[in-house]
């Protein structure tokens, strides 16, 4: 092997793993619960990142060790799945790993671990489906409980229901229904736009689209009741060739004979736009001035040139409008008439292109105002998880309560069910059970309990088999034990499970690893 290559085999190779682990969990490990801290990120820029979301903070560290490298893809995998709970999957997973220290030291395999993990894997995933209880999709109220149990352990729970209400509403105006599947796509349709300036009470989701834009010419329409839209996709100006055009003149009025063509080409094009009368053009591509001048003159329209393509797609759901890709095939079901209210405003020093009151709006966009960047960022980050919470919901309207009390309930579960366990394998699903405490643990850590006269208590609550107590958690704000159902802290579970497979299965991964082997290239003199 290479002389330069560093490499651990064995025990060493695990015990660095675990320690890589359990070192990125204590990284974030403050920031789980309502009264978490905040944590403060330079990156190589020069920016500063304010957040107490998990993945936002561990995607700006920079780790070399690979343990800790797949750690960290941990949250992000959790964000892009479900949105919230990224926090808690990192924490969990340290700590499922840190359990097996003391076995590995007795000479137990690694596979025999592995195994026990994923039987007890299989048991919380069996058990979460009959604690879950089922929610009223049709309610916002019950809606809102969830998202604000998601808000309430970030920095925008301080405005109470603002984000809340964005993000239920957003949530709701994007929700398609086809058939048996449902289609929330928040990423496409529900556009944040980020104004600096204003107060964060100013925040609200449009019953319709907005965009970065002004009409291109001083003269056309700023406000327009009722418009008819439409949507292009091809540029209105003379088509220049595809790759080296040459054009050889042999009179001198040859030359205004081909400048005439093209102003006629781009005539007939206004022409055929022109046709369905709209109020409103906006295309994709560019428009020439002469287009410009001939829609304004001939038909008092409000052009839009170079409109982002994620833009237009929002504004076709929003009014209603199809997408034409050739002015040759406008007809008039492609006119969108949804929209009820198109106004150019201008906030701050830029100008803004809204179109409101929508009939039955698909797409949406949710504004943001706040004092600065830093702050609008971090609402940002909230709102995402928001929206995250809000459509797993929707998808999957189970809800488990929350607080550390389903983790509680499912350690009290595998304890008793551990007994029935032969061999070694009792001991690693014992840990694993003892390891699901650690959310409650950190929990009542973070909001300043007595850390474990609150778990005592906690635990006997839970002690019972038949789920008396099973609504019993910690209340971050209080510090108190509270039964959950009625202090209204609620997860769904499509979160919680996504969390424990994420934790447990990578914990599984990282044991079974004996080797590493890092070949570091020699630098050339």
């Known amino acids: 092997m290479n002389k330069s290559a560093k490499r651990e085999q064995g025990k060493e190779a695990q015990s660095s793993n675990i320690k890589a682990a359990k070192a990125v969990a204590d990284v974030v490990r403050t920031t789980l619960g309502p009264k978490s801290m905040l944590k403060m990120l330079l ?17 700006e560290i920079d780790v070399n060790h690979p343990a800790a490298k797949s750690m960290i893809e941990l949250s992000r995998a959790q964000d892009e799945e479900v949105g919230d709970g990224t926090t808690s999957v990192i924490i969990l997973a340290g700590e499922v790993l840190a359990a097996v220290e003391s076995f590995l030291e007795r000479d137990i395999h690694p596979t025999v671990i592995v195994n026990a993990y994923f039987k007890g894997l299989d048991d919380i995933v069996e058990a979460c489906k009959t604690i879950g209880k ?11 409980k969830i998202v604000q149990s998601s808000i309430g352990t970030k920095f925008a729970s301080k405005w109470g229901d603002l984000i809340v209400d964005l993000a239920v509403k957003a949530v709701r105006t994007v929700y398609r229904k086809e058939g048996n599947s449902v289609e929330i796509d928040t990423k496409r349709y ?6 600096p300036g204003g107060m964060l009470e100013d925040c609200k989701v449009l019953d319709g689209v907005m965009f970065n834009k002004d009409v291109c010419h ?16 091809c540029p209105l100006e003379y088509k220049k060739g595809e790759s080296m055009t040459n054009m050889e003149f042999t009179k001198e009025d040859d030359f205004k004979k081909a400048l005439a063509m093209e102003e006629i080409e781009v005539k007939r094009m206004c022409d055929q736009i022109l046709r369905v009368k709209p109020d409103i053009v906006i295309t994709e591509k560019g428009v020439s001035d002469a287009a410009l001048h001939h829609l304004l003159k001939n038909g008092n329209c409000s052009v839009f040139r170079r409109l982002r393509k994620t833009d237009n797609n929002r504004i076709a759901r929003a009014s209603g409008a199809t997408i034409v890709n050739r002015t040759e095939e406008l007809q008039e079901s492609d006119v969108g008439n949804n929209c009820g209210l198109f106004k150019v405003d201008k906030i701050g020093d830029e100008y803004f ?10 797409a949406c966009s949710i504004i943001l ?7 609008l960022n971090e609402i940002e980050r909230n709102l995402q998880d928001a929206l995250g919470v809000a459509r797993n919901v929707v998808v999957n309207p189970h809800l488990a309560p929350g607080g550390g009390a389903l983790e509680m309930e499912l350690a009290c579960r595998l304890n008793e069910k551990a007994q029935h366990i032969e061999g070694t394998m009792q001991w690693p699903y014992k840990a694993l059970a003892s390891a ?7 929990l009542a850590q973070n909001c300043g309990a007595d850390v474990v006269r609150t778990l005592t208590e906690m635990r006997a609550k839970h002690a019972p088999s038949d789920g008396s107590g099973m609504m019993w958690g910690i209340n971050g704000n209080t510090a108190k034990l509270e039964n959950m159902e009625v202090a209204d802290i609620w997860d769904p579970v499509s979160v919680k499970v996504q969390t424990y497979k994420t934790a447990i299965e990578s914990a599984a991964m990282l044991l079974r690893i004996d080797d590493i082997v890092s070949g570091i290239k020699k630098d050339k003199p």
């Open 134 to 144: 089922k929610v009223d999709m049709e309610k916002d109220d019950d809606m809102k």
């Open 436 to 442: 699901l405490e650690v959310i409650p643990r950190t």
């Open 353 to 362: 292109t809204f179109m409101t009151e929508c009939k039955e709006p698909n």
């Open 218 to 233: 001083p003269g056309m329409r700023r406000e327009i009741r009722n418009p008819r839209v439409v949507l292009l996709d």
């Open 369 to 375: 105002r706040g004092a600065s960047k830093d702050v």
């Open 190 to 195: 529900a556009k944040v736009e980020k104004i």
């Open 43 to 59: 990156d190589p820029m020069g920016g500063i990142v304010l957040t107490n979301d998990g993945n936002a903070i561990l995607r």
